[in-house]
């Protein structure tokens, strides 16, 4: 047999046990921890999935190599993203300049280095480690166990999301977000819009979410726990915002930024490490 043949046999063989086998059990660990500030985590079971999307999903982008991915261990992740009333607690209401809002909108505004000092300063008072997803454990979380191009299924909706909240660009939702109440040309509070299956909220839209993986190609075969290229310019962001398309909201949707770049259509949400 060619060695082309016996990696494609170990490819097959491996997505045989992905589609047979569920996550792994966390065992003892609760379902659901919040720390002194009121931010909820929720588990994440180790398991296995297929990251990037398959040719013909509608958006899709060359950079979306579908490959088997391993997350062998659990981890926490925030179920919202991290609000104003969180930043301020962590980081002052002066930290880089005044921002503005309701205290449960996502906090804006934000560069990637930002984001990281609040995870460092949230571990340093909590005695925990806090972190930002990789780009893989962002998108194994924002599936959490789906393969349809949106964790809901194959169509976009402004009733599962907020997207195209934009007057003057995409004005799709418009509509839609006033009669929920929602503020115009900006985010929406968090958890406004249905949790995934894994009680996540807005991993689809609302704001583009730091990663903490540079951007860079996928691998070619099946990977580890990847955390994404050494080095680079740009840094991974994920999920979609307000601002834009419904097809920027897609589970497999890459995007990224300067890391210093601070933008009302960017955020965060972390993930608490387990010991």
């Known amino acids: 047999m060619s060695k082309k043949s016996c990696l494609l046999l170990g490819v097959a063989i491996w997505l045989a046990a992905l589609a047979t086998a569920g996550p792994a059990r966390a065992g003892h660990l609760p379902r659901r921890v919040t720390n002194s500030l009121g931010m909820e985590f929720v588990l994440i079971p180790a398991g296995r999935f297929l990251m990037g999307s398959p040719p013909g999903e509608p958006g899709r982008q060359p950079d979306e190599t579908q490959h088997p991915v391993i997350i062998s261990r659990p981890f926490y992740m925030q179920t919202t993203e991290v609000t104003l009333a969180q930043w301020w607690a962590v980081m002052g209401k002066r ?125 070619k075969g099946p990977v580890r726990d990847p955390k994404g290229p050494p080095d680079g310019y740009w840094r991974v962001r994920r999920g979609g915002s307000w601002f834009g398309s419904g097809r920027l909201l897609r589970s497999a949707n890459r995007n990224y930024a300067n890391p210093a770049v601070r933008e009302t259509t960017i955020g965060f949400r972390l993930v608490r490490e387990i010991d």
């Open 95 to 219: 930290f880089f300049g005044r921002r503005r809002g309701s205290p449960r909108c996502p906090v804006t505004k934000v560069s990637w280095f930002e984001a990281v000092e609040f995870a460092r300063r949230l571990s340093q008072k909590e005695g925990v480690r806090y972190r930002l997803p990789t780009e893989a454990e962002w998108e194994y979380a924002c599936r959490a166990g789906t393969t349809t191009a949106y964790w809901w299924g194959e169509d976009i909706d402004c009733g599962r999301a907020l997207y195209a909240n934009n007057e003057l660009k995409a004005r799709r939702c418009l509509e839609a977000c006033r009669r929920r109440g929602l503020p115009l040309n900006g985010p929406a509070p968090v958890a406004s819009f249905p949790p995934n299956p894994w009680g996540l909220y807005d991993m689809a839209g609302n704001v583009w979410e730091w990663c903490a993986d540079w951007f860079g190609p996928y691998p």
